[in-house]
């Protein structure tokens, strides 16, 4: 029994990571219809600026005072949060606004192309290793980082839902050209919408290194698996889905690498997305939108 509940709150834990990725998937999606392949590389590299920071720069341990491990921690969350959020804008402007007319197979593929830059860099910066700190929170703490997550989800729900810049978000997902057309800058809205998954993105990734201690340049492709199949699994573009979703993975995934073997769970999750993309393409609480014109 004890077996079951550690490995359901690892699951739980690593759903809750999954979910941060998977808002950006959905986020993205929602407004312009785009999967954004390079966004699992952004958490990727929301992890090691993390590690940079928290073992380079401020050089933290288990043994650093309660209070200036906080303080530093919100920092480091802080920074990351903002240097992943500049790294999603700069591929939006750079890689997908101008193929944004272009038909929907060119964005694809500049999104796959961008995951690859990104991972490249990943490599030149810290090479092929993986790269671990060690523990600096105790493992009774492993709650705070259900804490934080919720917290972080919960402003993500409010800003969208009511708020100026989440109506203008919610109206560009419907139409952006009758958005434009009633005031909306749509280029801005599109652009808070990459700033607001990147932010996200780093934030799981700070969240990912003080859990598992490691990280390496190819963690945006389990992650970002997990995390796109999550969104499809609660409905694409759906954001509620997609924490649903990624609850549910996270237990298939624990579950499969406790008690299956860490070499098939990949392979399950894809099983997992072909079922649902076969049986219900529209995910658990999604609905079939209109195709835009």
């Not at 480091?76 to 606004?97: C, P």
């Not at 139409?175 to 599109?190: E, K, Q, S, W, Y």
């Not at 945006?220 to 499809?232: C, E, K």
Request: net charge positive; hydrophobic share 55%.
């Amino acid at each position: 029994m004890d077996q079951i509940v550690q490995t359901f709150i690892i699951g739980l834990s690593n759903g809750l990571i999954f979910a941060l990725v998977a808002l950006g998937y959905s986020l993205v999606y929602g407004i312009i219809e785009l999967i954004n392949f390079a966004h699992g590389d952004v958490f990727m590299l929301g992890s090691m600026i993390a590690l940079l920071l928290i073992s380079g720069i401020f050089g933290l341990s288990i043994a650093t005072s309660p209070l200036t491990l906080i303080l530093v921690l919100i920092l480091v969350i802080l920074v990351t949060m903002i240097l992943t959020a500049t790294i999603n804008v700069t591929i939006e402007r750079i890689a997908y606004r101008p193929l944004r007319n272009a038909p929907k197979l060119a964005p694809l593929i500049s999104a796959i192309g961008m995951s690859f830059v990104l991972q490249n860099v990943a490599l030149l910066i810290a090479g092929p290793a993986n790269k671990s700190i060690d523990s600096i929170l105790p493992p009774t703490n492993l709650l705070s980082y259900i804490g934080v997550n919720s917290v972080e989800l919960s402003l993500r729900q409010v800003f969208v839902a009511k708020t100026k810049q989440g109506r203008a978000m919610r109206a560009t997902a419907q139409d952006p050209d009758t958005a434009g057309l009633m005031g909306v800058d749509v280029n801005r809205t599109i652009a808070l919408t990459f700033m607001i998954g990147g932010a996200l993105a780093g934030a799981a990734g700070v969240v990912q290194i003080l859990y598992n201690n490691v990280t390496v340049w190819n963690l945006g492709f389990r992650f970002g698996l997990n995390a796109f199949t999550s969104a499809v699994l609660g409905g694409i573009g759906n954001l509620p889905g997609a924490v649903l979703g990624a609850l549910v993975l996270g237990q298939i995934n624990a579950f499969s690498d406790r008690y299956i073997a860490a070499n098939w769970t990949n392979a399950i999750v894809f099983m997992v997305l072909i079922a649902v993309l076969v049986f219900k393409p529209t995910g658990l609480l999604g609905q079939q939108l209109a195709d835009r014109a």
